[in-house]
């Protein structure tokens, strides 16, 4: 099997079960599909599509993929259009970013791709992004946390 397929496929058990030990990714691969893997095999495959071990419960651990490169590449874009933001507005649960005409789809864009729990939901217009959030406190968290940036309060 070539290596694209068998990163695809590994992922995709990966999503579909909780393997506590490689050994059992093997077998998994083995019995279903007929797919002969080392354990160093694995273990390369497993660092390749980014997939650790984290904890899920008590002393209970499950291989799961963490991607952050998209919230890294995000984070970096968002950092390069804060010329573009001209004025950030906190009202109750809603913060609203003023950007210069044409950018706040593109921010928006950026916002979305962090997948923020916090964040119930934008809205991208021309000029104005509007971010939902649950409370005062978690709408400052948020505007802390993605732009850093003094903010006024409505």
Partial sequence: MKKEKRLDLLLS????NNFSKKQ?????LVEHFDVYCSLTTISRDLDKLEVYKI?????KYFYKQISQS?????RRKLKTYSEEI?????KDSYILVKTSPGFAQSINYYIDQLKMK???GTIGGNDTIMI???SNERAKYICYQLFNASKNEG
């Fill in 132 to 134: 939902l959030t649950t």
């Fill in 70 to 74: 998209k919230q890294i590449k995000a």
């Fill in 86 to 90: 001209h004025n950030i507005i906190i």
């Fill in 55 to 59: 904890p899920i419960s008590n002393n």
């Fill in 13 to 16: 058990i990966i999503k579909q």
């Fill in 24 to 28: 059992e990714i093997v077998d998994y």
């Fill in 118 to 120: 916090e964040i119930l």
